[in-house]
Each structure stands twice: as structure tokens, then as C-alpha cells.
Nanobody
Framework: QVQLAESGGGLVQAGGSLRLSCAAS????????MGWFRQTPGKTREFVAT????????DYADSVKGRFTISRDNAKNTVYLQMNNLKPEDTAVYYC?????????????????WGRGTQVTVSS
């Protein structure tokens, strides 16, 4: 089972940028579709972005399209989330997920492994 560790969160002003990283270990990274999700207190975890095993397919939540970019470096076993033009409503704990298989997904139930999350706070 792959283990995931997120980093790169922090406090940023509205309009600013952050890049999140998720390092994977303990598995064959190219065997996993990867995704980013986020969660705020009292709400369910929601989809942000997903990327196929070799990066050829990506998909995004409508709320982040044009602002966020997901990418992966299979040589480094790492997936990234570049977040630009951040808004206060982007404030959340961001989680990295791994899904064994070939099909990208927006569903949390389809992901088999999760990191512990990294906090992103956007001030107005």
C-alpha cells in the first residue's frame, strides 16, 4: 500500500499562489491515479483535481478550473498542485489521494490511500 505525505500548505493573501506537493512511497507510483481533495470543518471532503498515471489526462472541479494545475513527476514519485489566484473560499485542509487503476475519478470512495493533509489558509 502506498503511503502519501503532503507539504507546501500555509497562509497566503487572496490573489497569491501556493504549490502543494505529495510524495509517495511504498508502492509503484505509476500504478496509481492521483488526486487532490479538500475539506473544511463540518463538510465532506470534496474533489479538486485528478491526474492519470502518466499525466495524459487531468480533470478539475469547476471552482478551480483556470486557477489550479495538477501535475506529476513519476521519477520523483510526487504529485503537485499549483494554486494561483487563491480566494478565501479555497481555505481548507488539502489531501492527496491515490487510486489503484487506470481511470481518473472525482469520487473520494474510489481512492484507496490518503495523506494526512496540509492546511491552506487564504486571507482576504
Amino acid at each position: 500500500q502506498v503511503q502519501l505525505a503532503e507539504s507546501g500548505g500555509g497562509l497566503v493573501q487572496a490573489g497569491g499562489s501556493l504549490r502543494l506537493s505529495c510524495a509517495a512511497s511504498g508502492g509503484t507510483f505509476t500504478g496509481y491515479v492521483m488526486g487532490w481533495f479538500r475539506q473544511t470543518p463540518g463538510k465532506t471532503r470534496e474533489f479538486v483535481a485528478t491526474i492519470s498515471r502518466y499525466g495524459g489526462t487531468t480533470d478539475y472541479a469547476d471552482s478551480v478550473k483556470g486557477r489550479f494545475t495538477i501535475s506529476r513527476d513519476n521519477a520523483k514519485n510526487t504529485v503537485y498542485l499549483q494554486m494561483n489566484n487563491l480566494k478565501p473560499e479555497d481555505t481548507a485542509v488539502y489531501y492527496c489521494g491515490a487510486r489503484r487503476g487506470t481511470l481518473v475519478s472525482k469520487e473520494t470512495a474510489d481512492f484507496n490511500a490518503w495523506g494526512r493533509g496540509t492546511q491552506v489558509t487564504v486571507s482576504s
